[in-house]
T-cell receptor
Framework: EAGVTQSPTHLIKTRGQQVTLRCSPI?????VYWYQQALGLGLQFLLW???????NRGNFPPRFSGRQFPNYSSELNVNALELEDSALYLC????????????FGSGTRLTVV | QKEVEQNSGPLSVPEGAIASLNCTYS??????FFWYRQYSGKSPELIMS????GDKEDGRFTAQLNKASQYVSLLIRDSQPSDSATYLC?????????????FGKGTKLSVIP
């Protein structure tokens, strides 16, 4: 069974640019979660998608947005990049409305210079 | 008070010893609890889940939950150098957060050969 896949693995962007990160969940998983892990700050919840809808949003500015496609894959978009956006962006998936733990992808390391 | 608190460590134990990792939480309505292991530069990996008071054992790992005292712990028996990693405690919060995980900042464990 394929795990959660994320692309790209690494990314370097300039301040002010825009970036799109991609995630494909495990087959059968419809919920996709996005987290940011910046150095020293732990995992911060960004967004939760299921059935194409945004189910919940963390305490991040509107320039962080995303969407979920009919095949349950998801994109995270970050506009007007700032230096503090440099972090590991993790996508996780699980079956909808279950209380099982997530399975994480390998992440996208974003560096903003 | 933070929702999930962990001692950041590092916790150093000799090879073969028992490592004890602790986590306290603030919301009595939390129902589901998880331990993730994260190696440096990698994504978190689910190692244990626990939903009811008491102990749950899986190989060398034992998770302990005490809802009255609002703590959850992870014991690693016969610690190996390969157990050296950051261990993240995660839980669900009541209401809108019941299907997403809130993470502690993690405890860094170092197993000394």
């Amino acid at each position: 069974e394929a795990g959660v896949t994320q692309s790209p693995t690494h990314l370097i962007k300039t301040r002010g640019q825009q970036v799109t990160l991609r995630c494909s969940p495990i087959s059968g998983h419809t919920s996709v979660y996005w987290y940011q892990q910046a150095l020293g700050l732990g995992l911060q919840f960004l967004l939760w998608y299921d059935e194409g809808e945004e189910r919940n949003r963390g305490n991040f500015p509107p320039r962080f947005s995303g969407r979920q496609f009919p095949n349950y894959s998801s994109e995270l978009n970050v506009n007007a990049l700032e230096l503090e956006d440099s972090a590991l962006y993790l996508c996780a998936s699980k079956m909808f409305l279950t209380n099982y733990g997530y399975t994480f992808g390998s992440g996208t390391r974003l560096t903003v210079v | 008070q933070k929702e999930v608190e962990q001692n950041s460590g590092p916790l150093s134990v000799p090879e073969g010893a028992i490592a004890s990792l602790n986590c306290t939480y603030s919301d009595r309505g939390s129902q589901s609890f998880f331990w993730y292991r994260q190696y440096s530069g990698k994504s978190p990996e689910l190692i244990m889940s626990i939903y009811s008071n008491g102990d749950k054992e899986d190989g060398r790992f034992t998770a302990q939950l005490n809802k009255a005292s609002q703590y959850v712990s992870l014991l690693i028996r016969d610690s190996q150098p390969s157990d050296s990693a950051t261990y993240l405690c995660a839980l669900t919060l009541p209401g809108a957060g019941s299907y997403q995980l809130t993470f502690g900042k993690g405890t860094k464990l170092s197993v000394i050969p």
